[in-house]
């Protein structure tokens, strides 16, 4: 079992940033694939980014490539979202996933193991 809990969301200017923190409870998190998803309203909820149990490859879509990195700290048990050049289409809920499968890029939501509570990100124009 593992226990998410997402932080750092909040509200910043296009171009700001933002970073999110993931931290997870449970001895095993070095051995999960962690990632970030986003639901904005009306909208299904969309992958954004993922990494390995290592932290040596990392996945995007590609609407944030170059401007969000994720990483991770095994010792802390937390994997991170750098956020850059944020724009208002990136206003959503970020969620925390974590999986047992390394899916890559193609990472469906429903097949996510566990998520975290969400956190809300707003980027004003």
């Known amino acids: 079992q593992v226990q998410l809990v997402e932080s750092g969301g909040g509200l910043v200017q296009a171009g700001g940033s933002l970073r999110l923190s993931c931290a997870a409870s449970g001895r095993t998190f070095s051995s999960y694939f962690m990632g970030w998803f986003r639901q904005a309203p009306g909208k299904e909820r969309e992958f954004v980014a993922a990494i390995n149990w290592s932290g040596s490859s990392t996945y995007y879509v590609g609407s944030v490539k170059g401007r969000f990195t994720i990483s991770r700290d095994n010792a802390k048990n937390t994997v991170y979202l750098q956020m850059n050049s944020l724009k208002p289409e990136d206003t959503a809920v970020y969620y925390c996933?974590?999986?047992?499968?390394?899916?890559?890029?193609?990472?469906?939501?429903?097949?996510?193991?566990?998520w975290g509570q969400g956190t809300q990100v707003t980027v004003s124009s």
């Open positions: 996933a974590a999986d047992r499968v390394n899916y890559g890029s193609s990472w469906p939501s429903v097949l996510v193991d566990y």
